[in-house]
């Protein structure tokens, strides 16, 4: 066996099946590319539809199926899992992906954007979770379920105020240990990743993130820059594959030492 065969097969995906949730744009899409290049079939739940994801991942030889699904609703979730069993006939990984933030301070933000806030970013992961769990408890999968949480859930970030998306993604990391419990005699391991920020269209469009904030937040970073999507794609391949079969109930923080200084 080479080298290359070994890390291949250490990392491999091959033959899984993969369901990424707001893997539409951004980071999610990212994600879905590297896990289908890794070897996996992929799933796509997402509220407006991934079909640039899907031509994406097909022209580069793999498979992909775009299901319109709202992570917050248990039939629409209940649903968008029989399409995957369906189509494909398992369900081995989930990359919960799907969020939001809001940049208001307290006095600002209405309680129904607080409430909305914690539905995607928590409750949201939470329906997902159980009903994949459910499929792969039934059928006997062996599964890993990323959720994606963020440095947010570790500090407290500035000079921006974001109360309900610092306290969702507490809640994701704690929800992730908690589940990684639970499940842990079920053949099933959670874990998650803490992002700090990182370059997407969305995250340095001045339409979406003002100039004066990005100004505030570039000399905070101790690497001088925000992550590239595909740098958080390696801690998820390793935490989906076989070579971290003894990893559950971790939080791996992916923030360039953003919040060691």
């Not at 031509?55 to 968008?80: F, P, Q, R």
């Not at 928590?122 to 994949?132: D, P, S």
């Not at 408890?137 to 379920?145: A, D, E, P, Q, T």
Request: charged residues 20%; aromatic residues 6%.
């Amino acid at each position: 066996m080479t080298k290359e065969t070994y890390l291949q097969e250490m990392f491999s995906l091959k033959g899984k099946v993969a369901l990424v949730t707001g893997g539409g744009r951004g980071i999610g899409q990212v994600i879905c590319r590297e896990l289908a290049r890794a070897g996996a079939d992929i799933a796509i739940f997402s509220r407006s539809g991934a079909a640039e994801t899907v031509k994406l991942i097909e022209k580069e030889g793999g498979k992909a199926l775009d299901i319109i699904a709202d992570a917050t609703n248990e039939i629409s979730v209940k649903k968008g899992m029989d399409k995957i069993i369906e189509a494909y006939g398992r369900l081995d990984i989930v990359v919960n992906n799907a969020g939001v933030c809001y940049h208001k301070n307290a006095f600002e933000a209405s309680v129904e954007e607080w409430r909305e806030c914690l539905d995607i970013n928590l409750t949201g992961e939470y329906i997902v979770c159980r009903e994949a769990a459910r499929i792969m408890i039934s059928n006997n999968f062996k599964g890993s379920i990323v959720n994606i949480a963020s440095m947010s859930g570790h500090i407290v970030n500035i000079p921006q105020c974001q109360a309900a998306y610092n306290a969702s993604k507490a809640g994701v990391i704690h929800m992730t240990k908690s589940l990684a419990i639970e499940w842990i005699d079920k053949n099933i391991r959670v874990n998650s990743i803490s992002p700090g920020y990182v370059a997407t269209p969305m995250s340095v469009d001045p339409d979406f993130v003002e100039p004066e904030l990005m100004a505030a937040w570039q000399p905070l970073f101790p690497m001088h820059r925000m992550a590239k999507p595909e740098e958080l794609c390696g801690a998820i391949i390793w935490l989906c594959s076989e070579s971290a079969g003894y990893t559950t109930g971790a939080d791996i923080i992916i923030d360039g030492a953003y919040t060691v200084v």
